[in-house]
């Protein structure tokens, strides 16, 4: 239980008005994970924070933290960089949406995790970026997965335990079984292409930044996205509405 004056880097997750001039925030902090924050006045337009807590922006944020209160009082915010003001794209704008609805829906609040929020800021300047923004929201849910512990291993079979780590034979079975081998597919299942193998093989082991340099098939990550999503709402059994946004703009 946090109290007291607190300060902390955090990224706007969700941004909505209490009364009639202040806003009710939502915020994942580096040093105290999801936390819900009254902003007094900020609506008023000569606010201090007038265009500090735009969803999806980086700010530096103090906070006054009470023990017999589920909400922080935000004292100041100094913003560092808003992420959706780069992007200028409707497609964009609803990746970043996703990644901000994700965290808000699913971390648990007052629960500091520094890989997740560093994830978060690595994934995020390339979300801003058509030609990376598929691979990065990629990148960010396989690595959510991961962190988790909700993203089985592609490399044995969850039926028999056998090895996949040299077989190309990987199947999704039947109600999204990850992963399975030929002897266990299964009816309805099918078979995950070597080049989306690869790709995985790649996400578990090298930084964001160098995969975007590689050239990578659309098709690839068209694939992956659709297990890694199917797996978050199982996962977390719900449905993202930023999600269905951007599945409509394909």
């Known amino acids: 239980m946090i109290a007291g004056l607190c300060c902390s880097e955090a990224v706007v997750l969700r941004s909505y008005p209490l009364r009639e001039s202040d806003l009710i925030t939502v ?47 935000i004292d100041s915010v100094d913003l560092i960089e808003s992420f959706a003001q780069r992007t200028h794209d409707y497609r964009g704008l609803m990746q970043l949406s996703f990644l901000a609805e994700l965290l808000a829906d ?32 990629l990148y960010f849910e396989v690595w959510y997965l991961k962190l988790a512990g909700l993203y089985p291993s592609h490399r044995h079979c969850h039926r028999c335990h056998g090895s ?58 068209a694939e992956l996205r659709q297990i890694a999503e199917a797996l978050l709402q199982r996962s977390f059994e719900r449905s993202f509405h930023s999600l269905k946004l951007i599945h409509q703009e394909v």
């Open 27 to 73: 915020l994942y902090t580096r040093s105290f994970g999801r936390i819900n924050g009254v902003a007094r006045g900020a609506q008023r337009s000569k606010s201090r924070f007038a265009g500090k807590l735009e969803p999806l922006s980086l700010a530096e944020v103090v906070f006054f933290a009470r023990k017999s209160s589920d909400l922080v009082s």
């Open 106 to 137: 699913t971390t648990p609040e007052r629960e500091p995790s520094d890989a997740v929020f560093r994830l978060l800021l690595l994934v995020l300047p390339h979300l801003t970026q058509p030609a990376t923004a598929d691979l990065a929201q």
């Open 164 to 221: 996949l780590a040299n077989s190309t034979d990987v199947f999704v079975g039947a109600n999204l079984s990850l992963f399975v081998c030929q002897e266990c597919q299964g009816s309805g299942a099918y078979r995950i292409s070597a080049a989306a193998l690869e790709m995985l093989d790649a996400i578990g082991r090298l930084h964001l930044s160098e995969i975007c340099r590689r050239v990578s098939a659309v098709a690839v990550i």
